[in-house]
């Protein structure tokens, strides 16, 4: 014989409406309608709070996605300094739409592209947006000429602390130049030092190799 499961209790609104066949008095008609009304917004509350919790959840879940969007950029960018960049299918983000139904009170605010005329701005109003743009201008430029490094370093490198190619350096030793005329040329010491250099880059293509099974394997986790 199977386990019947517990009736669960009907509303209290439910528990207490008349029978159809009991609507004899307009009394009694009256205290079903409000009894009615009452379930009505009992079941619209419970849908709110389970609304509610789903955006909540789509929330956390949109700014979860967020993080591993930007941290598949920073694996890509260093997979394509290694020389071995993702596929475009493992390259592409995902990214969440929303539907303006979702914010109910967003149909309250009025944006500047739904208003046709155009905004009046009083003199006063322009004459204070003209100081407050003109202060602006002076203390970017204040600021602009005491920064001397910020400025030689746009110059040099477009604003940037590092060369396109600093990940890549990092996995390659700089190769002698003596060794490009090859051993017959070498001497006692210049053989040392090129099996050395040779056991040094071997210990960074294998670490290369290792980091970089591991930052396939994250994308495809």
């Known amino acids: ?6 009736l669960q209790p009907l509303p209290l609104p439910l528990r207490c409406m008349y029978s159809d066949y ?3 008095s307009p009394w009694r008609r009256t205290v079903n309608c409000v009894l009615l009304q009452a379930l009505s917004l009992r079941v619209r509350e419970a849908f709110n709070s389970d609304f509610d919790g789903v955006f909540r959840l789509k929330g956390t879940t949109v700014d979860r996605i967020a993080e591993q969007n930007t941290r598949l950029r920073e694996i890509a960018t260093e997979l394509r300094h290694m020389g071995s960049p993702l596929k475009a299918d493992d390259e592409r983000l995902l990214q969440p ?7 109910p009170e967003g149909s309250l605010v009025v944006t500047d592209a739904e208003v046709a005329l155009e905004r009046y701005v009083s003199p006063e109003e322009r004459a204070r947006l003209a100081a407050e743009a003109e202060e602006e201008t002076r203390r970017a430029a204040a600021a602009a000429k005491d920064n001397v490094f910020e ?4 110059q040099m490198m477009n604003g940037e602390l590092a060369s396109k190619d600093a990940a890549r350096e990092v996995w390659t030793l700089e190769k002698p130049e003596w ?6 040329k070498w001497s006692e010491e210049q053989k040392k030092l090129a099996v050395q250099w040779a056991a040094e880059q071997k210990k960074l293509d294998d670490e290369r190799t290792k ?3 591991a930052l396939e394997g994250e994308v495809r986790d």
């Not at 014989?1 to 517990?6: E, G, K, N």
């Not at 400025?151 to 746009?154: D, E, Q």
């Not at 060794?179 to 017959?184: C, D, E, K, L, N």
Request: glycine share 4%; net charge positive.
């Open 22 to 24: 009991d609507l004899s």
């Open 97 to 103: 739409l929303s539907h303006p139904e979702e914010s």
């Open 179 to 184: 060794i490009a005329a090859g051993p017959t």
């Open 151 to 154: 400025k030689a370093l746009k």
């Open 1 to 6: 014989m199977s386990a019947q499961l517990p």
């Open 211 to 213: 980091r970089r099974q």
